[in-house]
């Protein structure tokens, strides 16, 4: 009991997040989240998945009004999807806010411009024009 005691605390550390690539389409906005565990962090998703991964990786936003879903979370990268809005003309994504600071962010608009952000804490706001 104590090591699966010692295994589950070692997963509430937090994760060593390497990058983030951002895909802006007219549909959404889609965050992965790409990381790396722990020997231990590692045993620990396989026994017991990755629960406490979601809470932590889902924590990385710092906003309360965002409305994304998870699509999927395992031991090397979690995938997200907010909203985007329909603007008419274009679609808006207003954005969001990290609480901490991502060593590189790579943003693909509809698979026609990218570009690399180096040591953000937000994902930038995005109008894509229809």
């Known amino acids: 009991m104590f090591i699966v005691l010692m295994i589950s605390l070692l997963t509430l550390s937090s994760l060593n997040i390497t990058s983030t690539d951002v895909v802006y389409t007219p ?3 889609t965050v992965t989240v790409h990381y790396s565990l722990k020997p231990l962090q590692k045993i620990n998703t396989i026994l017991f ?20 879903t998870v699509e999927k979370i395992d031991s090397s990268r979690a995938i997200f999807k907010f909203n985007v809005t329909d603007e008419g003309d274009y679609y808006y994504f207003s954005g969001v806010n990290l609480t901490i600071t991502i060593p590189e962010i790579k943003i693909d608009i509809n698979d026609s411009i990218v570009f690399l952000i180096e040591n953000s804490t937000m994902i930038p706001e995005m109008y894509v024009f229809k």
């Open 27 to 29: 549909e959404n906005v």
């Open 49 to 68: 998945g990755c629960d406490e991964i979601s809470q932590t990786i889902e924590s990385l936003f710092d906003c309360d009004t965002c409305n994304f």
